[in-house]
């Protein structure tokens, strides 16, 4: 596919100075001779600059709340730099300050819209929930905070050894942790999900979860499961969500999608049959959109249903097949 890569989280060609994750003298040097900026995130809510919600705050690597984040042990992630010249790029983890006086994230919730402000930072927007802003940022903003959000949350959930289970501690600039009991080094981890744009003549296949916002509907997903081709479990997740069959499978674009961290590999596929019989337990809802209602829908005047969100790799797909544009 032609536009792949300009799905929202696709490749902005940012080098990930992987060299430097191993020589921490080396990295000590570059941010010496080039500079360095440091992205902020707050339990996993990356922070904004303007009142658009629309580009990262940086800030110096000697600013104080980066500095007393650096000085009690929080975790640092070296993303990588723009430019061979440019400055170093970083992310500090800030998740234990409070918010006196604020909304703390809200819980159960699909987009949590709450922004949390920190009294040394007042020039900044506040500390945001990332699918309130990933159809506003820059590619190069949104490649540097999906790295960010997802190395933060394979390090929260990732903190003890899977051989010995002793505590592991970070190393590689966030890019690994070892055990110091086994010796046993763990690296990050992406989970691969088949998203599939399934069609029937001049219809596509659309579902929707449990807990989605009201008339919700996106494409079919799911998790590669061991052992298993991708065109396999396109096959496999969509019969078993709506007992239709599916022929030929093909490839079309992918996506980080940094919640918390997996890959979604976009497919297309042809549907060989059109009766739906949905498995409670996986969806709520599966059904048939003809072409022209899921123009409708992307335009926000369907009646019964709401497109999937901008920035999703599912909106991507949909308003390619529109325009013709998936080879």
């Not at 070892?178 to 046993?184: N, S």
């Not at 998790?223 to 490839?251: C, D, K, M, N, S």
Request: aromatic share 6%; proline share 6%.
């Amino acid at each position: 596919m032609k536009h792949a890569e300009e799905v929202t989280f696709g490749g902005a060609g940012l080098d990930r100075l992987a060299l430097l994750r191993e020589d921490s003298e080396a990295l000590s040097d570059a941010i010496a001779q080039r500079g360095a900026e440091v992205i902020l995130l707050w339990r996993g809510k990356p922070l904004v600059e303007d009142d658009s919600l629309s580009r990262l705050c940086r800030l110096p690597v000697d600013h104080p709340v980066v500095t007393a984040a650096g000085a009690v042990g929080a975790a640092r992630y070296l993303l990588g730099a723009e430019t061979a010249e440019g400055p170093v790029i970083l992310a500090q983890d800030i998740s234990d300050w409070e918010p006196a006086g604020q909304d703390a994230i809200l819980p159960d919730v699909f987009l949590d819209e709450t922004l949390q402000h920190h009294p040394e930072l007042p020039r900044a927007s506040g500390f945001a929930e990332l699918r309130r802003l990933m159809a506003r940022l820059s590619r190069v903003d949104a490649e540097l905070v999906a790295m960010a959000k997802a190395l933060h949350g394979w390090h929260e959930s990732h903190g003890f050894c899977a051989a010995c289970g002793a505590r592991s501690v970070m190393s590689k600039g966030g890019w690994q942790r070892d055990c110091p009991a086994c010796k046993k080094p763990h690296f990050p981890r992406t989970d691969p999900v088949v998203i599939m744009l399934i069609t029937r003549g001049n219809s596509v296949l659309m579902g929707r979860s449990p807990g989605w916002p009201e008339r919700m509907y996106s494409l079919l997903a799911g998790f590669v499961e061991p052992g298993e081709t991708i065109e396999a479990a396109v096959r496999r997740e969509v019969y078993e969500e709506t007992q239709i069959e599916v022929g030929a499978v093909g490839y079309l674009a992918s996506q980080p999608w940094p919640f918390p961290t997996s890959l979604m590999i976009g497919c297309r596929g042809e549907a060989l049959s059109e009766e739906i019989t949905i498995d409670p337990k996986e969806i709520e809802d599966a059904l048939w959109v003809p072409r022209e209602e899921i123009m409708q829908a992307m335009a926000g005047d369907h009646p019964r249903i709401a497109a999937a969100r901008k920035g999703a790799i599912a909106h991507f797909l949909l308003r390619n097949w529109l325009a013709d544009r998936l080879e």
